[in-house]
């Protein structure tokens, strides 16, 4: 991964997610992507984190758990904020969340060039539903 050391450029991206500076994400998203196993690009990134923060503007990533091997990165991360919106298919109820996601990177030429992410949205129903 060149000379960057893949957890600090991991915790500088995770920054700038909870900054929703998600004008920076050319720092470390390559224009054309692989996420979810489909060629997609850093614009549709961006307009997913605009769409997450837009239905909950306090969204929050806090890694939990960070494992790097070479050029791969798996993370535990736990989500936490209030929705003000519908979400993973979850009507806003005024509550909190705090959902787990895992997620998996690749990087190539020290930028992102693979994403996937799962969040829990069977715990964000339930969260919201009681």
């Given at each position: 991964?060149?000379?960057?050391?893949?957890?600090?450029?991991?915790?500088?991206?995770?920054?700038?997610?909870?900054?929703?500076?998600?004008?920076?994400?050319?720092?470390?998203?390559?224009?054309?992507?692989?996420?979810?196993?489909?060629?997609?690009?850093?614009?549709?990134?961006?307009?997913?984190?605009?769409?997450?923060?837009?239905?909950?503007?306090?969204?929050?990533?806090?890694?939990?758990?960070?494992?790097?091997?070479?050029?791969?990165?798996?993370?535990?991360?736990?989500?936490?904020?209030?929705?003000?919106?519908?979400?993973?298919?979850?009507?806003?109820?005024?509550?909190?969340?705090?959902?787990?996601?895992?997620?998996?990177?690749?990087?190539?030429?020290?930028?992102?060039?693979?994403?996937?992410?799962?969040?829990?949205a069977?715990?964000?129903?339930r969260?919201?539903?009681?």
């Amino acid at each position: 991964m060149s000379d960057t050391n893949p957890r600090d450029f991991y915790e500088r991206y995770i920054e700038a997610l909870n900054a929703h500076e998600f004008d920076r994400m050319d720092e470390f998203v390559h224009e054309s992507i692989v996420m979810h196993s489909e060629p997609s690009s850093r614009a549709a990134l961006v307009a997913q984190l605009d769409s997450i923060v837009d239905a909950v503007p306090d969204f929050h990533w806090e890694t939990q758990e960070l494992a790097v091997n070479g050029d791969s990165l798996a993370a535990r991360l736990l989500n936490t904020g209030t929705p003000t919106k519908e979400w993973l298919g979850a009507a806003p109820t005024g509550k909190p969340i705090e959902i787990v996601e895992y997620a998996i990177y690749r990087i190539r030429d020290g930028k992102f060039l693979h994403m996937s992410a799962l969040h829990d949205a069977e715990a964000l129903e339930r969260q919201l539903a009681g």
